[in-house]
């Protein structure tokens, strides 16, 4: 006699959704860390919810994400290959897996795995085994293989997460500068404090895709600061980093860059220690270096420039806030890197010009720097206005000044 087929049998596959149509229903924290490991495997997402998170909203402008801001209606499956149902409604999340079955598209339902065609595996924080991770330019991986990829192992071998991982304190925040945003520049150390963490606090710049390969039960808050647009308020975020930590949990401060540059961790710093919080600092690649590194610019070169100067340029010269003395700067030969400039540039390159600056001094412009969607432009002082104006530059975006410029060409 054979015996009854099991329902909840999987087959364990790995998809290759680049170049292909994916939807996500629902625009919350869990769709947010869904389309991040989508975008990781490069497919082509699409959100249909009315709302998003800030920084699911921030993937929109770039074209990483298309949004259909309404509810989801049938029909909204239509090419897809994939989908992912992750509203808070489990009659929509029920309507959209019926329409997936009936068009053949695996579905994943992130409210009930059992009634999904398709899920991702949830692995544990401790003591998982490690087997056969890929290193160099595969992208293959073991399948639910998460902690191989947060400490970094890329030997194939078997090897027990305990003994690789430092802990993160329960009580404690971590302050993780996550690099530029390619998820392959976070420290080790940084990968390992995610990894650990009950709650990852993240900005819309941070590496993503680490947070896609959390469990369900970890907390993801989004504190994005959109460039003229929602915005956390630094004071909330302070509030929470304390409170979760008084709470017994294990806190992580995730940020793009380095949360020292611009990134208001000092900030957060002193007001965990202020709170008798434990708090540990782990360096990120700044963007001001490594976003231009990326385009092929270094900042310094022997001969040619012996400083570099780092700006913010989120207030232009003349503004009442700003700190910076823009009459020394144009006064300097070397490379000056602006972060956070787009739509103070042209004030900005007008008073660089005004104070010794050569006006055919080169400029490269380099944006979204460290994804797939990076490009570099290059103009001059003189033409930068106009290059922005042309190009529909956007934030974010870091612009170089000085001869290093040509040296990327």
Not at 382 to 401: H, K, M, N, Q, S
């Amino acid at each position: 006699m054979t015996a009854p087929a099991d329902p909840g049998a999987v087959y364990p596959v790995g998809l290759r959704l680049a170049g292909r149509r994916v939807v996500v229903v629902g625009g919350g924290q869990v769709a947010h860390r869904r389309v991040a490991g989508l975008l990781e495997a490069r497919a082509l997402v699409t959100v249909v919810s009315p709302e998003v998170t800030p920084a699911l909203e921030a993937l929109v402008a770039p074209g990483s994400v298309t949004w259909h801001r309404r509810g989801w209606v049938a029909g909204d499956l239509a090419g897809a290959w994939y989908a992912v149902a992750a509203t808070d409604d489990p009659a929509v999340n029920a309507a959209v897996a019926a329409e997936a079955e009936r068009d053949r598209v695996f579905c994943a339902r992130a409210d009930d795995r059992g009634l999904s065609s398709a899920w991702t595996p949830a692995v544990g924080r401790q003591g998982d085994l490690v087997v056969g991770v890929h290193g160099g330019g595969d992208p293959q991986r073991a399948v639910g293989v998460r902690d191989a990829v947060l400490t970094g192992l890329t030997d194939g071998s078997i090897a027990d997460r305990t003994s690789r991982t430092a802990s993160v304190a329960p009580g404690s925040v971590v302050l993780v500068g996550g690099g530029p945003g390619d998820p392959g520049l976070v420290t080790v150390r940084g990968r390992q404090a995610v990894a650990n963490a009950d709650v990852v606090v993240a900005d819309h710049l941070a590496p993503q895709a680490l947070l896609a390969s959390l469990p369900a039960d970890v907390e993801v808050i989004d504190a994005s600061k959109l460039p003229r647009g929602r915005s956390m308020a630094q004071e909330q975020i302070n509030e929470l980093l304390v409170t979760r930590a008084l709470a017994g949990k294990r806190v992580v401060r995730l940020k793009g860059g380095d949360s020292f540059v611009f990134g208001r961790g000092y900030e957060e710093l002193e007001a965990c220690a202020a709170a008798g919080v434990p708090v540990e600092v782990v360096p990120g690649v700044t963007s001001a270096i490594g976003v231009p590194e990326l385009a092929g610019i270094p900042v310094t070169h022997r001969g040619m420039t012996h400083e570099f100067v780092v700006v913010s340029g989120h207030v232009p010269p003349g503004h009442p806030a700003s700190l910076v003395d823009w009459a020394a700067l144009g006064r300097l030969r070397g490379t000056i890197v602006v972060l956070m400039g787009v739509d103070t540039a042209p004030a900005i390159a007008a008073a660089l010009v005004e104070h010794g600056r050569a006006a055919d001094t080169p400029v490269a412009v380099v944006t979204d720097g460290a994804t797939p969607a990076q490009r570099t432009l290059r103009t001059t002082l003189a033409g930068l206005a106009a290059t922005i104006t042309a190009e529909g530059v956007r934030p974010p975006a870091v612009w170089v000044v000085g001869d290093v410029v040509s040296l990327g060409a």
